[in-house]
């Protein structure tokens, strides 16, 4: 594959990912190549590609006969990815309690002060909460360990912005500063009680704001058990 249609497959790949994950191309909407292609002004080709790779990605499925369509998301999925990201940051914060020293909790807590700025909106603050869990992620065991927890956390994205509504005023920063005390003082057990509320309490508000705002159309949608 040459750097031109190498390039061409990536810019496709990632502005399908990214509406993807903020539910501009919402759970179950269906995609066919010609149209992505007229719409993005590239060949068929590095459109089938980008779709391949998203198949992988489990953001896409391919549906018989018909195309593509966006991965449904439903209420198993979001328990399942729930306890996923749990399972993998409970490990990561064990690690970070034991290996991260306090000289390296400062870029820890400039990215927790970025989470607590509202101003800027959810849909920021999802991407600046990824980038603090991913660094902690990065720093207790490293690329591969980070890597791990980013692709939960993509998975996890979709859910956050089901539930934009559910987000604090004040961000997320009262939690990670939370968690940085808690490496700071090697207290794995405080550490591990704030990821549990940051992974499956987060997720129960944003069903609960989708049980509300939405009703049954959801549930018997995309969002079905």
Known sequence: MSRTAAARWTVVYENLRGRILTLELAPG??????????????????????????????????VKGRGYRVAPL????????????????????????????????????????????????????????????????RLAGGRRTADALERVMDDSTRIFHLGLTTFSSVGMQPTHDAIITAIETHNYTQALEHCREECFGTNERVLTQLLRTRGTT????????
């Open 29 to 62: 909407v269906s995609l066919t190549e010609s149209l992505v292609a007229k719409e993005l002004e590239v060949s068929p080709t590095p459109v089938r590609d980008a779709l391949g790779r998203l198949c992988q990605d489990g953001l896409v499925e391919v």
């Open 218 to 225: 959801m549930l018997t949608g995309t969002l079905t058990p």
């Open 74 to 137: 439903t209420v198993a999925d979001i328990a399942e990815i729930c306890d996923l990201r749990f399972v993998i940051e409970s490990g990561v914060l064990r690690l970070a309690c034991e290996r991260i020293e306090t000289t390296d909790l400062e870029p820890l807590r400039e990215l927790s002060r970025l989470t607590g700025d509202a101003t800027v909106g959810a849909r920021e603050l999802i991407r600046r909460n990824q980038d603090f869990h991913v660094a902690i992620a």
